[in-house]
């Protein structure tokens, strides 16, 4: 184990499951179905991260209430289809945390998706009892707020120092800085590590193995 990290808090999607496209899909449909112009595939990579009302108000500040509700139900629609079988973990996820768990590491998942989503998926993995703490954007403040990261180290009895925050995107790293808390970025996910180098990670990978080589060679 790393000697300053005890805990580690992962992003789900982009970071541990490649599902960016079928997000993007997803809110392209909820669109063209609610009547509202199809925005960019680089704005929506934008916003991925934040809880779902969060993502849509960001994509269309003039929404009203009700379009909101509808909008949001054409996008769960569509999404729940097509993960109708579940978006594939990435290379070298499953056995970089096993390792994690057999090194004594905490785990955890801080997520802008909804409770109901990330429990579908963590279902599919049989992964429901995996992590320490699972905390969803629908049961807590939305990204990049740090209160599902407090209550994560809460939880773990981890103090801020002692725990990294790896994600794929602006909200993730922001969530961690406000939380006093390191970050890793990923470039494989919603957006560039451009983007992400902004917010001065620790690290930045281009594969999620790679997490724990540097965890590994810091420990020893």
Known sequence: MHPDYKLLIFDWDGTLADSIGRIVEA??????????????????????????????????????????????????????????????????????????RREGYHLAVATGKARRGLDRVLKAHGWEDYFDITRAADETASKPHPLMLEQILAHCEVHPEQALMVGDSSFDLLMARNAGMASVAVSYGAQSLEALQAYEPRLSIDSFPQLHAWLSQRGN
């Open 27 to 100: 809110m392209h449909v909820a669109s063209d179905r609610s009547g509202f112009a199809r925005c960019d595939d680089f704005a929506v990579k934008g916003i991925i991260g934040l809880g779902l009302p969060e993502a849509i108000r960001t994509l269309y500040p003039h929404i009203s209430d009700a379009e909101l509700v509808d909008f949001r139900q054409h996008y769960a629609d569509h999404y729940i289809a097509l993960e109708a079988e579940p978006s594939p973990l990435f290379a070298g996820v499953v056995q970089s945390l096993e390792a994690f």
